[in-house]
């Protein structure tokens, strides 16, 4: 039965990423005010938040520094652009910080609302630059089965997963997907991560032979495949793929969308796995998720072609109106500021090994096949053998489920497809990380019980 407030939603709002036949029925759970790693529902119920939102609330909520950010900067000077002639500091300081503590070096930040906004931009400007540089054959983008880049017409055609292509006409005709590098699913009986890796490198290859390497033009990847599961890259991954893609002059976008900003217990994700990106895409995290902001950061070579092009059509002719929001930079600046002040890095570095300690210990778990993660991220996939890692079939759906049940016992994580995910903010305690997994195990036991009987 659904209350009042349920009812006026699933009657109003269509919800993102949501079974809109089953919503009705099941109604929606409605967040009323957030403390920390806590958020409570609109009858007082806390729960923890899991998933730092959606991989994003990084500082937790309740935050009065990057309210007063806001307040401060809607009171100076509520919204400016950057569009021909126009600037405003905010825009400067941020784009500057950013191009300090890029994992490449970086020229100049271009501004956007959202990671689908950022990863769009990284595919225009890839088609624009190899124009620009008399390479107009030279457009394909390889991304990965499973990798998520976001939802907009390109991001959602990066993206490598059905639900964003079936019935939307979708990839667009210049994408490709490379193989998913998740060892645990994808690997040989008995190949080694290293071999494993190798493997990929050299599909990966060939692929781009085929495809013919004049036109293909740059490979996307998240440092840790997030939405796609928690796909740890196996040992030796990009050390293998980057070579394949230097071999061919094919650039590399490192999305760094949820590693970016602490989730790995560096700046940036690429640094902890060895990715040495051209372009870097950012956004949640980039202000806690307090206020909507994305970014994309490039190097000389693209922005040296991007002027010779002004110099010979003029404008550059891109951009968002709000590219840039004064406000949005104001809590980007303060959240920055925060990381670095508070070392919430050090923090997730001291905390790293018990939260993963506990998420492995939940590989022994009945229904669980594998326990997966590295740095502050997670996911347990469910099986219903865990000697042929077969899935639960769809009426025996075990990860909603333990989702479902882990929201009773106050814990919020995620279902994507058969695995769990878990995604704190940064500066969850290690007293809280114990109550999570405790919450966590109680739901498994719980969907074990229902899944099995
Ligand atoms: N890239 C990655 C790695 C993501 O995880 C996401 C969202 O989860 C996106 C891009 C898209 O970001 P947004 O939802 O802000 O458009």
Known sequence: MLTNLQARDVATVLHPYSNLATLPEQGTLILERGQGVFVHDVDGKPYIEGMAGLWCNSLGHGREELVEAAAEQMRRLPFAHLFTGKSHDPAIALAEKLKEIAPMEAAKVFF??????????????????????????KKKIISRIKAYHGVTIASASLTGLPNNHI??????????????????????????????????????????????????????????????GVIVPPEGYFAAIQPVLEKHEIMLIADEVICGFGRLGEWFGSSVLGMTPDTVSVAKA?????????AVIIPDWIDDALKAQSAKIGVFGHGFTYSGHPVAAAVALKTLEIYEREDVF?????????????????????????????????????????????????????????????????LIVRAIGEAVSICPPLVISEAEIDELFDRLARALDRAEEWATR
């Not at 293909?216 to 440092?223: D, H, L, S, T």
């Not at 980039?286 to 994305?294: D, E, I, M, N, Q």
């Not at 469910?382 to 025996?396: E, G, N, Y």
């Open 346 to 410: 050090s923090h997730v570095r001291a905390i790293i090994p018990q939260f993963q300690r506990r998420l492995k210990a939940l590989a022994d778990h009945p229904i669980v096949g594998e326990a997966r993660g590295i740095g502050l991220v997670g996911a347990v996939e469910l099986v219903a053998d865990k000697r042929t890692k077969r899935s639960f079939d769809a009426r025996r759906a075990a990860a909603a489920k333990a989702v479902a049940l882990a929201q009773d016992e106050g």
């Open 167 to 228: 019935d939307f006409d979708l990839p667009l005709s210049s994408v490709r997907h490379a193989a998913c590098p998740h060892h645990w699913r994808f690997a040989h009986e008995g190949e080694s991560e290293a071999e494993f890796s190798a493997r990929l490198a050299a599909e990966l290859d060939a692929q781009i032979e085929a495809e013919g390497p004049e036109t293909v033009a740059a490979f996307i990847a998240e440092p840790v495949m997030g939405a796609g």
């Open 112 to 137: 956007c609302s959202s990671g689908s906004e950022a990863n769009d931009t990284q595919m225009k400007l890839v088609w624009y630059v190899n124009n620009a540089l008399g390479r107009p054959r």
């Open 286 to 294: 980039l202000t806690s998720s307090y206020v909507p902001l994305g």
